[in-house]
C-alpha cells in the first residue's frame, strides 16, 4: 500500500484565500483524522472520521475550518478564508479501528499564508 | 490540550549512548503509544504498550509503562545519527482507541 497520501504537500496563499487540503487513506482503514502541526501548540486534533461520519470535530478551531469525507478514500479539509494565523503543517492519518492499533500519518501539508 | 508531556523537551547526547524520554499523563489510558518524526516528515510509530503491560522491548528501544504514575519512558540504546528526530507519545482512552492524544515531544538529537 502506498500508504496515507496528501496533497498538495506544500501550499503558499494570500491571505483570505481558500485552502483546500487532500488526504487519501489506506485502503481498508476506517478511521480518518485531521491534525495540525505548530512550534506552539503541539500536534492538535482537529477532526476524526469514523466510516466516513464525523466523530469528534471539538479541535476544529472555528467556522473557517470545515472537513469532508464523501467516501472511504478521500477527505479534504478546506479553510475559507484563510489566515496567516493558519499557517501550519496539517496531517491527515488512518487507522483500522475494532482493536489497538497503530495510526499511519500521511506527510503532511505545509501550509504558509501570507 | 495535550493529554501527554514529554521530558526533556530536548536532548542531546554522543552517539553510542543511550536516550532515555520520559511521557507523563492525565487520565486513564488502555494503550500507550511512542511515535517518532523526522524534520519535514509526518510521524511513524515505534512501539505501543498496553495498560496491563509495564514494559515492552522492540531491537533497541525499551518502553516501560507505570500506570500508577501515569507514566512512561522510552529507552533508545546505542544511538546512532539517525535516530535524530522528535519523539511523541500518544495516548488512547479507556473508551475507545481510535482517538490518540499526542504529547508536545521530545527533540532527540545525536552528535556524531
Known sequence: DAGVIQSPRHEVTEM????????????????????????????????????????????????RFSAKMPNASFSTLKIQPSEPRDSAVYFCASIQTGFVNTIYFGEGSWLTVV | SQQGEEDPQALSIQEGENATMNCSYKTSINNLQWYRQNSGRGL?????????????????????????????????????????????????????????????????????
Open chain 1, 16 to 63: 483570505g484565500q481558500e485552502v483546500t487540503l487532500r488526504c487519501k487513506p489506506i485502503s481498508g482503514h476506517n478511521s480518518l483524522f485531521w491534525y495540525r502541526q505548530t512550534m506552539m501548540r503541539g500536534l492538535e486534533l482537529l477532526i476524526y472520521f469514523n466510516n466516513n461520519v464525523p466523530i469528534d470535530d471539538s479541535g476544529m478551531p472555528e467556522d
Open chain 2, 44 to 112: 511513524v510509530h515505534l512501539i505501543l504498550i498496553r495498560s496491563n503491560e509495564r514494559e515492552k522491548h522492540s531491537g533497541r528501544l525499551r518502553v516501560t509503562l507505570d500506570t500508577s504514575k501515569k507514566s512512561s519512558s522510552l529507552l533508545i540504546t546505542a544511538s546512532r545519527a539517525a535516530d535524530t528526530a522528535s519523539y511523541f507519545c500518544a495516548t488512547g482512552s479507556n473508551f475507545g482507541n481510535e482517538k490518540l492524544t499526542f504529547g508536545t515531544g521530545t527533540r532527540l538529537t545525536i552528535i556524531p
